[in-house]
């Protein structure tokens, strides 16, 4: 098993800047399949981006060229960058990481763009 952890949300004005940490309790994200999600209010978990254990990152195309999905091995974490962010970006952003078949989830971090 393993316990995934969210971090860095928060309040931010459009066109600002987050980072989100997804810190795992053990080594995992060097074999897992990284991830990150985010759901609306009212609306369907949607994939932002991923991140292989290659290294080959994929967005989806409404945040391409502004958000940037990255990994650090030696302390277990995943990130998502998040740039130039708009109001309909706010969300409940969740990280997930995939080893083998097991998906393994954590509780979701809130970020929320107004002015």
């Known amino acids: 098993q393993v316990q995934l952890v969210e971090s860095g949300g928060g309040l931010v004005h459009p066109g600002g800047s987050l980072r989100l940490s997804c810190a795992a309790s053990?080594?995992?994200?060097?074999?897992?399949?990284g991830a990150w999600y985010r759901q609306a209010p009212g609306k369907q978990r949607e994939l932002v981006a991923t991140?292989?254990?290659?290294?080959?990152?994929n967005y989806d195309d409404f945040v391409k060229g502004r958000f940037t999905i990255s990994r650090d091995n030696t302390k277990n974490t995943l990130y998502l960058q998040m740039n130039s962010l708009k109001p309909e970006d706010t969300a409940v952003y969740y990280c997930?990481?995939?080893?083998?078949?097991?998906?393994?989830w954590g509780q979701g971090t809130q970020v929320t763009v107004s002015s």
């Open positions: 053990r080594s995992f994200f060097a074999l897992a399949t």
């Open positions: 997930k990481g995939r080893l083998l078949l097991d998906d393994y």
């Open positions: 991140l292989t254990i290659g290294g080959s990152a």
